[in-house]
């Protein structure tokens, strides 16, 4: 865009920056800020008299065309002085990023796909949990005999990568279940049947976000030695003990399995309703158009490596140690980083132009009245509500959660 200011605002901030610098000027024969201004001016010369009144005046003067166009820049404009003398106008030129333009798909003309997979609830589903419920009452008794699924395993294991052992993360003597969801998978496949003093390996990718940097992104080989097994006895289930688990509230097997079935229900309820959003939410973007700018996914990039860097400080790492250990320089991690950062933004982008279309923005009192009504249900909410929603960044924070639940109940109501 090309701005043109006013003469009259071009020769008031000369006067202002002369002013300023005149009062700042040492010039000899003369007492600080005495000395003449025709003289302090001839002194600092045209070129750099220029350079102030520019440092001066753009800014504003760009803030000031940017709220007149209601414009919302990515990063700050590239500005061009075309002309600028005391006496007449001048005119910038301001090259702006700015929110590119989405071309969103018609959600009543999507096809979603149902999921491959069933979320019923089963009756092996609930006996596996009320074994979950129980298992904190278990006796643990010491056996002779092999590693069996359910069981505690003490174990000393060892850690090698690259061909050397990571000492942080060997262990001795510790004790781990034998259960899916506490054991990693490949450790799971290979400890039952192990008896005392045998030893099995596995190998193991960790995650690159992996929390010791030695490990993060690696292949490694995994030793466990099996140094005893303890077997797990659940108390049998009756009335008595239906009692003591729910503090009266239930009073017989049977009421407290129908309330686990209906508990276990209720979730796959929720499960696949998530998965029904996600679904939906998939098909609107890649149904939709929307050319996502360099300078957004910088920004994005910048956000994330600086959270990274903060929730490294407070684990006493630095950021460049952590990238030294991935093998990896910034640039590579913005390089690596820069596709699923490129696919959130179009997801937020699309969702974005869903709401202004459909009018979801929330007002502040939908988002005061969102916050209380999520109170009840956040431990870290209750008795501060009142403090709370006199902070702009809490309720920033409410209102994207609020249009998010809006948008994705809307998506559901439209969508085939």
């Given at each position: ?8 605002v071009?020769?008031a901030t ?16 003369f007492r600080?800020?005495r ?8 002194r600092i010369g ?16 760009v803030?000031?065309a940017l709220d007149e166009k209601?414009?919302?820049p990515?990063d ?8 600028l003398?005391r006496?007449?106008?001048?005119r910038?030129?301001?090259t ?11 959600p009543?003309?999507?096809k979603?796909e149902?999921?491959d997979h ?5 009756e ?7 074994e979950?419920?129980r ?5 643990i008794t010491p056996?002779?005999?092999e590693?069996r ?8 294991i ?11 993360e060997?262990r001795?003597?510790?004790e ?5 969801g506490?054991?990693l ?9 192990t ?6 390996e596995?190998g193991?990718?960790?995650?690159a976000?992996y929390?010791?940097?030695e490990l993060a992104?690696?292949?490694a080989t995994?030793r ?7 077997e ?9 003990l239906v ?7 239930q009073e017989t097997?049977?009421a407290?399995r ?9 979730s796959?309820?929720?499960v696949?309703r998530m998965?029904?959003?996600?679904a ?5 973007v890649?149904a939709?158009a ?13 956000s994330q ?7 490294l400080n407070?684990?006493g790492m630095?950021?460049?140690?952590y990238?030294?250990?991935l093998?990896?320089s910034i ?6 980083e820069?596709?699923e950062?490129e696919?959130r933004l179009k997801v937020?982008l ?13 007002s502040?009192?939908?988002?005061v009245?969102y916050?209380?009504?999520q109170?009840?249900q956040d ?6 509500v009142g403090?709370?929603?006199?902070s702009a ?7 994207s ?6 948008v994705l109940d ?5 969508a085939?």
């Open positions: 865009m090309t701005i043109e200011v006013p003469a009259e071009v020769d000369f006067e202002r920056v002369l002013n300023r610098l005149a009062s700042r000027a040492r010039i000899e024969g600080p800020g000395a003449p201004r025709a003289l302090v001016e001839s045209p070129a750099a008299l220029r350079d102030e009144v520019v440092e001066t005046m753009v800014p504003e003067v803030r000031q209601s414009i919302d990515i700050n404009p590239d500005i061009e002085v075309l002309e003398e006496g007449r106008p001048a910038l030129k301001a702006i990023s700015v929110m590119p333009e989405v071309t969103l798909a018609d009543a003309t999507l979603v149902s999921p069933s979320h019923e609830v089963t092996e589903m609930v006996e596996r949990r009320l979950d419920l298992a904190p009452m278990a006796e056996v002779e005999r590693v699924i359910g069981d505690i395993a003490v174990i000393d060892e850690v090698e990568v690259d061909g050397k052992v990571v000492d942080s060997s001795k003597a510790t781990a279940e034998v259960k899916e506490v054991l998978p490949e450790l799971l496949a290979v400890l039952p049947g008896f005392v003093d045998e030893t099995r596995a193991v990718t960790f995650p976000s929390s010791n940097p992104g690696k292949q995994i466990v030695t099996v140094r005893g097994v303890k797990k006895v659940l108390p049998a289930l009756d009335d008595a009692k003591n688990l729910t503090n009266g509230k097997v049977e407290y129908n309330a686990v079935r209906e508990e276990l229900e209720e796959a309820t929720a696949t998965e029904r959003e996600q939906v939410v998939k098909a609107l890649d939709s929307v050319e996502v700018p360099e300078a957004l996914v910088d920004r994005e990039l910048t490596l600086e959270a990274l860097e903060r929730s407070r684990q630095k950021l460049d140690r990238l030294h250990y093998g990896r640039d590579q991690w913005m390089a690596d820069r596709p950062a696919r937020d699309v969702l974005a132009e869903f709401a202004r279309r459909e009018g979801l923005e929330p502040d009192e939908d988002v009245k916050l209380h009504e109170s009840p431990e870290e909410l209750k008795g501060q403090e709370l929603k006199q960044a809490v309720r920033r924070y409410f209102a959660r609020l249009r998010r639940r809006r809307r998506l559901l109501e439209v085939s």
